[in-house]
């Protein structure tokens, strides 16, 4: 007996003397199966699938590794982190642009994935040795070689999902698309060729004669990238209008965010982890949350609803490359910006300390030794095999000045004078490597990775300090680069007549951008880099300017939304509450309504197939050659509702009478008991 709520049976046990029919994975699955005829577009989901999430989650594993094991301390490493993040992005995005339009779950398209992850896993292999920049980089040529075999499987198969395309739209002789989809298969070989041909100059590890050949890697990486979005744009059968290619790409800057709050917990753990909490490394842990966060909303409070031209997409989708670099560049920057900050105050801690016991308290022997050894306790350095040595140095130099006699006597400490350069400074050398020790000690314990030729020429810390202007360079830079690409963002999208909000957003961003531009025109003086470096300002002056953005973006928001509202004039809605990437129009004078794939009627002409064949002759260049797409009747067969099985067979058959995706394609839905869709006689292809 099933349980019974207000003296009604469950629906779900209305259901139990029923048998179910089990989900099955087709061995391979037409893509036209999702093709929109009324808009002769692909469009095979209006949201990511579970498939793609887990994809998406190998480029972030990829970026953080890469992250882990590179510490932007010189020109080299930056290059290596812009030219790694162009290399994984490529790949990422290549294989979104066919699948959004034509990957369909199915046992092939699995198997695509699976070797789609192992060619993510290869560029985590090489990521953690990618220094292409540096002549000295151990392993280089190991390193390119194994690249190019993982991005020959990459460009190789996307090439054969090109092809099995192909196979499918001259099986059913859409005509119309030979072409592009073959132009998409020849770019794909050819780089899959380039590639292929790159691997005899990195086979001898010892020669780096023809190291510079890498440059080749991005040459193509942009002449594809470039090749299919013109593809797209000239043949738009094949463009991205009514596929969720806008929410893959917000998924990405979610992602690229969320890498800067994995550094977030990192920095935490290195600027507190000791000592507990701490006023000032708790004020700016606080400043680059908020910053993720106004990132964040600065990006989704504009990001666009509906159509608003099949170009401008795809300038929009190829300007998030820079934009997410830049991201990742100020989200980074961050962390290196309040650990420059806590290095320089721990070293000026040291310093003042030094300077109190011996030139203001004047201690000797006994008492200035304890006094040392509890400040080099504080810093922990015997906890750390890699800064245990450090500790050991600073320990042999404190017992040497407890040893020795007057070496803080009034006369003597009158005469000490700290300087930046060691051989500028008068203090006794056993001090000046307690001050050294420490601090380079506490600077190595923070987890940096730092390349050992340059340690063989310089301190942790000089190597920090030169580190620290390149951070300040391109921590700007990202920030400058972002300010524009969310220029350019607001002008892509604007569907509707300008008001004041685009007015104001354009103009503050501008002068964020020229603000931007002054903080880089600071490095013009060294000494006034260096003091804002060490400075708490850089975080807080970052935070400022993007929350005036975003204050000022909502108070015209607010002030536009009254004016409209009160002038009585027809209006269109710019956002939508479920999330859906529909098409919006205007509704009637002082109202607002929302018109998509969820509000319009549904025909129930019981011919609806032959507007099925007029669309067919609309994919074929060839009329004559036109063939009935169905050879079901239209009426109802009980077996329709499953329409995926009957679909695999016969792409693009007649509709059946419950569309496989009830949410996408059902024009409107009421309430349902019993968790049923109900029977359409139609179909619509509507966005």
């Not at 953690?128 to 690249?147: D, M, V, Y």
């Not at 090109?162 to 859409?174: A, C, G, I, N, S």
């Not at 753990?269 to 600065?298: D, N, P, Q």
């Not at 500790?391 to 017992?399: K, V």
């Amino acid at each position: 007996m099933g349980f019974h709520f207000h003296g009604h049976k469950r629906d779900v046990d209305a259901e139990k003397h029923l048998n179910r029919l089990h989900k099955t994975t087709p061995v391979i699955e037409s893509p036209l199966v999702g093709a929109d005829q009324e808009h002769l577009v692909f469009s095979q989901r209006h949201e990511a699938n579970s498939v793609e999430l887990f994809f998406d989650l190998f480029f972030v594993a990829n970026l953080a590794t890469f992250t882990a094991y590179h510490s932007i301390t010189d020109g080299d490493y930056l290059l290596a982190y812009i030219g790694f993040f162009g290399i994984l992005w490529s790949c990422w995005f290549q294989i979104t642009l066919h699948d959004v339009r034509f990957a369909r779950d199915s046992l092939y398209e699995r198997v695509c994935k699976t070797i789609q992850f192992i060619v993510f896993v290869g560029l985590a292999l090489v990521g953690s040795q990618f220094n292409p920049a540096s002549e000295k980089g151990n392993g280089n040529n190991t390193n390119f070689r194994i690249l190019c075999y993982t991005l020959v499987i990459s460009r190789g198969l996307l090439a054969i999902q090109y092809l099995v395309v192909l196979y499918f739209t001259w099986k059913e002789k859409y005509s119309k698309i030979y072409l592009p989809l073959l132009l998409m298969f020849v770019i794909y070989a050819l780089s899959t060729a380039a590639f292929a041909g790159m691997t005899p100059a990195f086979r001898n590890n010892d020669d780096h004669k023809y190291r510079l050949v890498y440059i080749v890697w991005y040459v193509v990486m942009v002449l594809e990238a470039i090749a299919v979005i013109t593809i797209s744009c000239f043949w738009r059968m094949l463009s991205f209008k009514k596929t969720h290619l806008m929410e893959r790409m917000s998924l990405l800057t979610i992602i690229v965010i969320g890498e800067g709050a994995i550094g977030v917990t990192k920095t935490v753990s290195r600027m507190m982890g000791k000592h507990g909490l701490e006023t000032e490394g708790f004020f700016l842990i606080m400043c680059i949350i908020v910053i993720l966060v106004l990132l964040w909303a600065l990006y989704f409070d504009n990001f666009p609803h509906g159509h608003y031209g099949t170009i401008r997409q795809q300038i929009w989708s190829l300007l998030h490359f820079p934009f997410q670099l830049a991201i990742v560049g100020v989200v980074e920057g961050s962390q290196q910006v309040a650990l420059a900050r806590y290095v320089t105050k721990n070293a000026e801690k040291v310093t003042q300390t030094l300077i109190k016991h011996c030139k203001i308290e004047h201690l000797e022997g006994q008492k200035l030794q304890d006094s040392l050894i509890h400040l080099l306790d504080y810093f922990e350095l015997d906890t750390k095999f890699e800064t245990w040595g450090y500790f050991d140095f600073a320990q042999a130099a404190i017992w040497n000045i407890g040893n020795s006699t007057g070496i803080c006597s009034p006369e003597n400490a009158a005469d000490y004078t700290m300087a930046n350069a060691e051989h500028d400074s008068t203090w006794p050398e056993d001090f000046q490597s307690v001050e050294y020790y420490i601090s380079n000690g506490m600077y190595t314990g923070l987890g940096m990775r730092l390349p050992v030729y340059k340690l063989e020429e310089y301190s942790p810390l000089e190597v920090a300090l030169k580190g620290w202007k390149l951070v300040y360079l391109y921590y700007w830079s990202a920030f400058c680069l972002i300010i524009t690409c969310l220029i350019i963002f607001l002008f892509l999208i604007r569907r509707h007549q300008a008001d004041l909000f685009d007015i104001t957003s354009i103009i503050t961003r501008c002068l964020t951008l020229g603000v931007g531009g002054g903080m880089l025109a600071l490095m013009a003086s060294d000494d006034t880099l260096y003091a804002i470096i060490q400075s708490p300002a850089i975080l807080p002056i970052c935070l400022l300017l993007l929350f005036l953005i975003l204050v000022i973006d909502k108070l015209s928001t607010i002030w536009c939304n009254w004016r409209l509202k009160k002038s009585g004039k027809p209006f269109v809605v710019e956002y939508e509450n479920r999330g859906h990437h529909h098409d919006h129009s205007h509704g009637p004078q002082g109202s607002v309504h929302k018109t998509g794939a969820l509000h319009r009627h549904i025909s129930n002409d019981p011919i609806a197939g032959l507007e099925d064949m007029r669309n067919a002759a609309r994919w074929n260049a060839h009329p004559e050659d036109m063939r009935p797409l169905t050879a079901r009747s239209t009426e109802y067969e009980p077996r329709q509702g499953y329409a995926m099985e009957s679909l695999v067979s016969s792409p693009l058959s007649s509709p059946p009478r419950l569309s496989p995706h009830p949410v996408v394609h059902q024009e409107y839905r009421g309430h349902v008991p019993g968790g049923y869709a109900p029977v359409s006689t139609g179909q619509s292809y509507g966005a």
